[in-house]
């Protein structure tokens, strides 16, 4: 089956359900840096060069879906967690982008949210639950789950640390208001930081459930 693709304002949105990787380990095509030269491949992951603030997102939109990655945080000075962006806003064509795209933040490995659509800027439940979860060392390799839904405006995250564990549900994500397609994003929260993301992959419209902490 093929992907079928509609330009949208400088993305465009997959109606594919297949899995598909997002990131071939070799080459950022696919992906908008913001900003520019910021991110590198360095032994076959997506990696921030530590330039400044700013995101790194794909060029396809994306509603519902399921993305699966490895990560690790190398380093920062000062010092910030990695981060995923969902329910981001496409900048127009020639227009600068929102800070963060104006999206749902998950710091991974550690779960801590943020929301930046604009007038919110809020970590605050019960919008976001935080579960009970053992503490992970952000320097090691983890296996990351976020499974997204922008109809009901929900988003799950489980991690697993070692790579090949089972992962657990550390975070949930509600409010009706924030469903929307959009772009994902990996965002470089301030200059000096270093992350490295590999085997990155989206389920279009996957079942409603995380696989990984099965």
């Given at each position: 089956?093929g ?8 993305c ?9 990787s997002?990131f ?9 840096q ?9 032994d076959?992951?997506?990696a921030?060069?530590?330039?400044g ?11 519902s ?21 969902f329910?981001?806003?496409c900048p127009a064509?020639?227009?600068?982008e929102l800070?963060a795209?104006?999206?749902i ?6 779960g801590?949210?943020w929301?930046?659509?604009p007038g ?9 639950k935080?579960l009970?979860?053992?503490k992970f ?8 789950e ?15 640390q070692p790579v090949?564990?089972?992962a657990?549900?550390?975070l949930?994500?509600?409010d009706p208001?924030?469903?929307k397609?959009g772009?994902?994003?990996?965002q470089m929260?301030?200059?000096g930081?270093?992350?490295e993301?590999?085997d990155?992959t ?8 995380l696989?990984?902490?099965?």
């Amino acid at each position: 089956m093929g992907i079928g693709i509609m330009v949208l304002a400088g993305c465009s949105r997959s109606s594919s359900s297949k899995t598909i990787s997002l990131f071939d380990g070799k080459t950022l095509d696919g992906w908008i840096q913001s900003p520019a030269d910021a991110w590198t491949v360095k032994d076959g992951s997506i990696a921030s060069k530590g330039i400044g603030r700013g995101v790194i997102y794909t060029k396809d939109d994306y509603g519902s879906f399921r993305l699966i990655f490895t990560m690790r945080h190398v380093s920062g000075n000062p010092d910030h967690q990695a981060a995923v962006l969902f329910f981001c806003t496409c900048p127009a064509p020639g227009q600068k982008e929102l800070d963060a795209l104006g999206g749902i933040q998950f710091q991974v490995p550690p779960g801590y949210p943020w929301d930046y659509r604009p007038g919110h800027n809020t970590d605050k439940e019960p919008m976001f639950k935080r579960l009970p979860h053992p503490k992970f060392d952000p320097h090691e390799w983890s296996r990351v789950e976020i499974l997204v839904n922008a109809k009901t405006g929900t988003a799950r995250l489980a991690v697993a640390q070692p790579v090949g564990s089972k992962a657990v549900e550390i975070l949930d994500f509600n409010d009706p208001t924030a469903g929307k397609t959009g772009p994902i994003a990996l965002q470089m929260h301030n200059k000096g930081l270093l992350d490295e993301y590999k085997d990155i992959t989206v389920e279009a419209d996957p079942q409603d459930d995380l696989i990984t902490v099965k």
